[in-house]
């Protein structure tokens, strides 16, 4: 399945060893393409390095955990312009569609009140960790 995460759920999983992380382990384990853009590694970069965030993880470590997405993932490169929420999310669909995902994990309401987008599914980590055991 091919699988975009939001860079809410990829800061989650940097940060904690809660269900993020788990389906970050599950996604890379299993055979699932995670898809990434990067307008994606640009925000993870930049929220990474935001004070609130660097507090909780060393710079050696998001290097590490930056290259392990990077071996995983399929980059993509994200040229459709999409208008939904008109702000970072689009960015997220963008890739998404360009990348022919099959869903879209995220942690955003407002992302998640959408359900699909372009025939995507939208889904919180909660329904991703029980579909893509």
């Known amino acids: ?25 599950l996604v890379k384990a299993k055979d699932h393409s995670p898809i990434i853009s990067n ?6 970069s930049r929220v990474a390095a935001d004070e609130t965030i660097s507090r909780y993880v060393s710079g ?3 290097d590490e955990f930056l290259k392990t997405i990077l071996e995983k993932s399929t980059l993509v490169r994200a040229k459709s312009k999409v208008h939904v929420f008109n702000d970072a999310d689009d960015r997220i669909l963008s890739t998404a569609r360009d990348g022919k995902a099959d869903i879209v994990i995220t942690g955003d309401k407002h992302m998640l009140r959408l359900k699909t987008f372009r025939h995507i599914r939208i889904i919180a980590v909660d329904q991703a960790l029980r579909i893509l055991k």
């Open 1 to 25: 399945m091919r699988v975009v995460l939001d860079t809410n759920v990829l800061v989650s999983a940097l940060i904690s060893r809660g269900k993020p992380s788990k389906l970050l382990t």
């Open 39 to 44: 307008p994606i590694l640009e925000e993870l």
């Open 60 to 62: 050696e470590d998001y």
